[in-house]
């Protein structure tokens, strides 16, 4: 059964930091591509970063540049989103999924509809 189960979220004052882990099952994670996602009340879902399958290639949203670092650790089947410097409109529900692509070079995509299974969400709150 393919599961991803984000965690880690929570509420944060502004200017601090989270978080957010990823545990992947089911699946072979080493031909996937990792993408995270987040969606604001109100708002679409939007890419934030995403790991290209062996971890040598990364991408962010402009929003989030300088200030998130997404890593994975295959061995562990974790995938990460260290958020530092939140603001309050990082406040959303932050998603993981998964794309299988495994590529040479390596490349990874933040594009909704490409991606294969999605976890169901982590709350994050930053607010004072």
């Known amino acids: 059964q393919v599961q991803l189960v984000e965690s880690g979220g929570g509420l944060v004052q502004p200017g601090g930091s989270l978080i957010l882990s990823c545990a992947a099952s089911?699946?072979?994670?080493?031909?996937?591509?990792i993408g995270w996602f987040r969606q604001a009340p109100g708002k679409e879902r939007e890419g934030v970063s995403c790991?290209?399958?062996?971890?040598?290639?990364?991408a962010y949203a402009d929003s989030v540049k300088g200030r998130f670092t997404i890593s994975r650790d295959n061995a562990k089947k974790m995938v990460y989103l260290q958020m530092n410097s939140l603001k309050p409109e990082d406040t959303a529900v932050y998603y993981c999924?998964?794309?299988?692509?495994?590529?040479?070079?390596?490349?990874?995509?933040?594009?909704?509809?490409?991606?294969?299974?999605w976890g169901k969400g982590a709350l994050v709150t930053v607010s004072s």
């Open positions: 089911g699946f072979t994670l080493d031909d996937y591509a």
């Open positions: 790991i290209s399958s062996r971890g040598r290639s990364t």
């Open positions: 999924a998964a794309e299988r692509l495994s590529t040479i070079p390596p490349m990874c995509n933040m594009i909704r509809d490409w991606m294969d299974y």
